[in-house]
């Protein structure tokens, strides 16, 4: 008996000592470093970003000297916004190996959301060096090109990296941002909607359709494109400013307010949040004294030129904010520096010809508009005030011209409607400047413009 139980203690012992090894044997093999880095592969592609970046941060703390991890684990972090972590992960991949093209364009993506334009430009253009097959190098040189102001180099670059990939749906959303500055709205639609069909849970695609819809006009296509953004990722705050953009020029400044509440939240480094802010604080300060809007605005400005002194969306806002207080000669040189950062940004010019409006330099304003036109024939704002010149200048067959285009263009245009009754009554037509005159007050909430058109009503 004793030999049986001693036999079977040794047969226990042998059975457990198996067990042991082949669990130590299943643990080896299935938690590689390799394993977790597969592991974080499957959670990216799922889009469970923090489960990636644990299994990456697994992974290395396994093997510190595989620059892969290191890469995946910074595309990770781009997706939640950890920009340096991003930057830092790459740097040391880069330090690994100095020779790998996605290190460069990951790093690119980073910098170019920080807003990092020459660093970002100068990464792609290593990563295409080093791959020139890599389509994500040339959007991401697209993206940098974008930011310093270069547009139509940047869409030569993004439609190099359809020609790669045609089916990459970023090359398309980027070429729709340059198409949008340089007022070719036409294509830049056709790109948003050719990157929506190619990938429609691509939130961007809709955020960039909502910019063209802001600049043509159709700000209610423009609110449903933002928010359906919102719905898919709420954490684009470029989504937020741009709705923003349309509940501003809807009237509904404390929406818009809010809006870019949110996106400065989201990402408190985003110049594009405060002078989208600063442009609905303008707006309420000529009516509302409850706070000092004008103050806030010009903060806004300032603010959005600190974090990008080559931000022509600033100075023109800034200048906006100058017209406010009738200080010409200050919006004028905002306008000017505008110009200088951007010469295709056509917004700036109309900024600049109502300032020369008001200083009566009539030429000066219909040269300025002359160029904004051409480069944004849509541009309802440059025709209004086109009109206005040529209105004072006597020449009302031109004004009238002018005034009637802006209104097409911009159906709900209260200052239009202003603006055309006064050329009417310049023209002796009592008709035209009694319906104009209604309909400006239809479409107008500014207590100044409705005294003004109540005045110009009861005149002679």
């Given amino acids: 008996m004793g030999q049986m139980n001693s036999a079977w203690n040794k047969v226990t012992c042998i059975l457990v000592l198996s067990c042991i090894l082949a669990f130590s044997i299943s643990c080896f093999i299935f938690d590689r470093p390799i ?109 940098a090109l974008y930011g310093l102001g270069r547009y139509r180099d940047s869409v030569i670059t993004c439609t190099d990296a359809i020609k790669i990939e045609p089916d990459r749906a970023m090359a398309y959303t980027f070429r729709a941002m340059d198409y949008n500055e340089m007022g070719k709205y036409d294509l830049a639609l056709e790109d948003c909607n050719k990157a929506i069909e190619l990938d429609p849970t691509q939130p961007l695609a809709y955020v960039n359709r909502a910019w063209v819809y802001n600049q043509t006009g159709g700000y209610e296509l423009a609110i449903e494109d933002c928010t359906k953004a919102i719905g898919m990722d709420p954490r684009i705050a470029t989504a937020y400013v741009n709705r923003a953009w349309a509940q501003t020029a809807r009237g509904n400044y404390d929406l818009a307010i809010t809006d870019c509440d949110i996106a400065i939240k989201l990402n408190p480094n985003l110049p594009f949040g405060y002078t989208q802010r600063a442009w609905a604080y303008f707006e309420k300060y000529p009516y509302d004294l409850t706070r000092d809007y004008w103050n806030m605005g010009m903060a806004d400005c300032n603010k959005a030129i600190e974090l990008n002194p080559n931000s022509a969306l600033a100075y023109n806002t800034r200048a906006r904010g100058y017209i406010l207080k009738e200080d010409y000669r200050m919006a004028i040189a905002d306008a000017a520096k505008a110009i200088d950062l951007s010469p295709e940004f056509a917004i700036p010019y109309v900024t600049r010809a109502w300032a020369f409006n008001n200083l009566q330099q009539f030429d000066l304003a219909i040269t300025d508009c002359d160029t904004a036109i051409s480069l944004n024939p849509k541009l309802s704002s440059a025709w209004a005030n086109r009109a206005w010149a040529y209105n004072e200048k006597g020449i009302y067959d031109k004004a009238l011209s002018d005034i009637n285009e802006s209104i097409r263009l911009q159906y709900d245009f209260a200052w239009a409607y202003f603006s055309r009754a006064i050329i009417h009554k310049n023209m002796g037509d009592k008709d035209g400047e009694k319906s104009d005159i209604e309909l400006c007050l239809q479409y107008t909430t500014d207590p100044k413009l409705i005294e003004a058109a109540k005045a110009l009503m009861s005149s002679p």
Wanted: proline content about 3%; hydrophobic content about 35%.
């Fill in 35 to 143: 394993d977790r880095y597969k592991k974080g592969d499957e959670y990216y592609s799922q889009k469970q970003w923090e489960m990636a970046i644990d299994e990456y941060t697994k992974a290395i703390s396994m093997d510190s000297s595989q620059p892969f991890f290191y890469i995946n684990r910074a595309l990770t972090y781009n997706e939640i916004g950890e920009y340096d972590l991003a930057i830092a992960d790459c740097d040391k991949a880069i330090d690994k190996k100095p020779n790998i093209a996605l290190a460069y364009t990951t790093r690119a993506s980073a910098y170019n959301e920080k807003g990092l334009y020459d660093l970002a430009l100068a990464d792609s253009e290593k990563a295409i060096e080093l791959n020139p097959k890599l389509a994500l190098g040339y959007i991401n040189k697209g993206w």
